[in-house]
């Protein structure tokens, strides 16, 4: 695996997040690295999508230690990505995450603004008969379901950030389930009836419910393979990342850099 050295403060800006965030870049850095190996050569370019792409270094607000977010993981790939395509609404993060690839002599895309807004601009920019990997990282449920309509659009694999536990199962019944235009109705998609889905379900349930009927949405995309992996904090599930391709060679490369952690544990089978 190509490892990067933790990045120093620049003094830009650099936002503070929790510790579950350094597992999921883990995960994303392991697949860029397996994708980006395994793809060069097959295809005519190879481009990475970040619609949430945050202010490219983080700060651990356990540690006050530094790492990587995703752009830069992407930035620094061992076999490096024709065309980088970035997204961020906050300005602080936009202005450092621009400034951090100025410093790169890097080319890259770098929007500001809502992505499910700024999407049609970033599949435009995409060369055709290119392969893509998407990284849908939302602070919440934000990423709505016309974005991954629209990225359908183009060969691309999705690693999706889905906060079920996060947010949607928090919230659903105090702040979703009367409002026809929620956050979750957005995230799912029209003809996702999850009110009548979990209503109906059993409490410890509810979660797999959840993320099968997700599945089920992205599936009428032409998506056919599927991985899953939970990241939970001191035991809690906090969200699930998802993995969703057209090929099986993706699956198996998803199998095959999830089978550790990130301590060099053996990760059981996905669970709720």
């Known amino acids: 695996m190509h490892q990067l050295d933790p990045p120093d403060d620049d003094g ?5 997040v929790k510790e579950h965030s350094k597992a999921k870049h883990w995960f994303l850095s392991r697949y860029i690295d397996a994708f980006t190996t395994s793809m060069k050569g097959k295809w005519s370019s190879l481009h990475y999508i ?16 530094l790492d990587w977010g995703s752009p830069l ?22 202005e450092a995450l621009i400034q951090r690839f100025h410093r ?3 080319d890259a895309q770098v929007l500001r603004g809502d992505a499910n807004k700024r999407i049609d601009e970033i599949v435009r920019t995409v060369p055709s008969r290119t392969l893509s990997l998407a990284f849908l990282d939302p602070y919440g449920l934000h990423l709505e379901f016309e974005t991954i309509t629209k990225l359908s659009g183009i060969r ?8 079920d536990h996060l947010d949607a199962l928090r919230n659903w019944e105090k702040h979703y ?6 956050n979750l109705d957005r995230c799912l998609g029209s003809g996702a009836d999850w009110r009548q889905i979990l209503g109906s379900t059993p409490q410890d349930h509810l979660a797999e419910a959840l ?7 992205i599936r009428s995309l032409g998506y056919t393979e599927f991985r899953f992996q939970r990241i939970s904090s001191k035991g809690h599930p906090l969200y ?5 391709s057209r090929s099986r060679i993706a699956a198996k490369l998803w199998s095959g850099i999830s089978a550790k952690d990130r301590n060099g544990q053996r990760i059981l089978p996905f669970g709720e």
């Open 240 to 244: 699930v990342l998802l993995l969703c």
């Open 73 to 94: 993981i992407a930035a620094q790939a061992r076999y490096p990505f024709a065309g980088l395509h970035l997204c961020e609404k906050n300005r602080r993060k936009y």
């Open 211 to 217: 993320r099968n009927l997700y599945v089920q949405q």
């Open 177 to 182: 389930l009367r409002n026809p235009d929620s």
């Open 50 to 65: 970040d619609l949430f792409a945050g202010a490219g270094i983080e700060r651990l607000s356990e540690t006050g230690a």
């Open 12 to 16: 830009l800006y650099i936002p503070s």
């Open 104 to 106: 790169l002599d890097s």
């Open 156 to 163: 691309a694999d999705l690693i999706i950030f889905f906060p």
